[in-house]
């Protein structure tokens, strides 16, 4: 399942494998520890507080706060036919980060620390390197 994100999981099982199909269906998870309820984003195998190997994938809420971002101009092989891009992290409202792409709704120069976003997972279909990806848009 990882191919859709580019790149091949060298180990032969991941217990998070199923995050990438949902993402996939447009579906954003998280997880949740069933032993002390502890949530993360993105998923973890193992939970941070307990160390519990038992979780359980939770669909996560797309709101998020813009924290800081980075206009990439020397793009990285594979990704100089996009650049120039905008990627950023956001703070999700129900907890936890994300490193995503700012949206085409997104201007940059209206971008403000704080401005209120949304995640939008997208499949990519121009390179055939990246397939599943995020988007940080403005709330509509």
């Given at each position: 399942m990882f191919k859709w994100f580019g790149k091949v999981n060298f180990s032969p099982y991941?217990?998070?494998?199923?995050?990438?199909?949902?993402?996939?269906?447009?579906r954003l998870m998280g997880s949740r520890c069933r032993k002390c309820?502890?949530?993360?984003?993105?998923?973890?195998?193992?939970?941070s507080e307990c160390l519990s190997a038992d979780?359980?994938?939770?669909?996560?809420?797309?709101?998020?706060?813009?924290l800081?971002?980075?206009?990439?101009?020397?793009a990285p092989t594979g990704f100089e036919a996009l650049s120039p891009y905008i990627v950023a992290v956001a703070?999700?409202?129900?907890?936890?980060?994300?490193?995503?792409?700012?949206?085409?709704?997104?201007k940059e120069k209206d971008i403000r620390f704080g401005m209120e976003l949304h995640v939008v997972p997208r499949i990519f279909t121009e390179l055939e390197e990246i397939k599943v990806y995020y988007t940080l848009e403005k709330e509509s």
């Open positions: 991941t217990r998070v494998a199923d995050f990438a199909r949902h993402l996939k269906e447009g309820g502890a949530r993360s984003f993105p998923p973890r195998a193992d939970c979780f359980e994938l939770v669909e996560v809420g797309r709101k998020a706060k813009l800081t971002y980075t206009r990439i101009v020397a703070d999700l409202e129900e907890g936890g980060r994300i490193l995503a792409w700012l949206g085409e709704t997104v």
